[in-house]
């Protein structure tokens, strides 16, 4: 079983739609979950960062994490055609000298005008 | 604010010539900086992690001797591709770490054509 689980899509929604992105992940010691945007051919962007279980919320995002399921997800509100990009999730267990990021496969979305 | 450049934002070369890329934190300090690479619809693979002013530490199957990484001051890390070859093509990405924060900011990315 890989540490973590995205579904890779691809997803495509009308605009306006509420998009539901989700991880899974199996190891018990992540803390810090964050989601990523990724343009084509663009480093990713850090969009929403959280740090154990509940909800937050950044303008038309809301990313959720429930620990005791291990699954984490990311809503978008009012969809857009800006928004049509590949989502990453990634997660790290924190603390010095454990900086490293795990990722998940990315979810591809296409948002149609 | 978590600004990271890199530099240059593609480039092509010959086989067997060595390419240096460069990635900067802008507006922060980053003990860490990472280097991953990533092949079309594929998600990043980390290379390396490097910490200012001590050796990088790569990930399995990564050649230290043909990625060299410098990390020599807090805003800027080096990766060179030595005697790049064509499966070395892809898009090299950065990322830094701020002081005390468990998230990473990443770079615009480089795309590497060796010819």
């Known amino acids: 079983q890989k540490e973590v689980e995205q579904d890779p899509g691809p997803l495509s929604v009308p605009e306006g739609a509420i998009v539901s992105l989700n991880c899974t992940y199996s190891?018990?010691?992540?803390?810090?979950f964050m989601w990523y945007r990724q343009y084509s051919r663009k480093g990713p962007e850090l969009l929403m960062y959280?740090?154990?279980?509940g909800n937050k919320e950044d303008g038309r995002f809301t990313a959720q994490v429930d620990k005791s399921s291990k699954y984490i997800s990311l809503f978008i509100r009012d969809s857009q055609p800006s928004d049509s990009a590949t989502y990453l999730c990634?997660?790290?267990?924190?603390?010095?000298?454990?900086?490293?990021?795990?990722f998940g496969k990315g979810t591809k979305l296409s948002v149609i005008p | 604010g978590a600004v990271v450049s890199q530099h240059p934002s593609w480039v092509i070369c010959k086989s067997g010539t060595s390419v240096k890329i460069e990635c900067r934190s802008l507006?922060?300090?980053?003990?860490?900086m990472f280097w991953y690479r990533q092949f079309p619809k594929q998600s990043l693979m980390l290379m390396a992690t490097?910490?200012?002013?001590?050796?990088?530490?790569?990930e399995q199957g990564v050649e230290k001797d043909k990625f060299l990484i410098n990390h020599a001051s807090l805003t800027l890390s080096t990766l060179t591709v030595t005697s790049a070859h064509p499966e070395d093509s892809s898009f090299y990405i950065c990322?830094?770490?701020?002081?005390?924060?468990?998230?990473?900011?990443f770079g615009p990315g480089t795309r590497l054509t060796v010819l």
């Open positions: 959280t740090y154990s279980s």
């Open positions: 490097s910490n200012e002013g001590s050796k990088a530490t790569y």
């Open positions: 990322s830094a770490s701020p002081l005390r924060r468990d998230t990473q900011y």
């Open positions: 507006d922060f300090q980053a003990t860490t």
């Open positions: 190891n018990s010691a992540f803390q810090y």
């Open positions: 990634a997660m790290t267990a924190g603390g010095a000298g454990s900086y490293q990021l795990t």
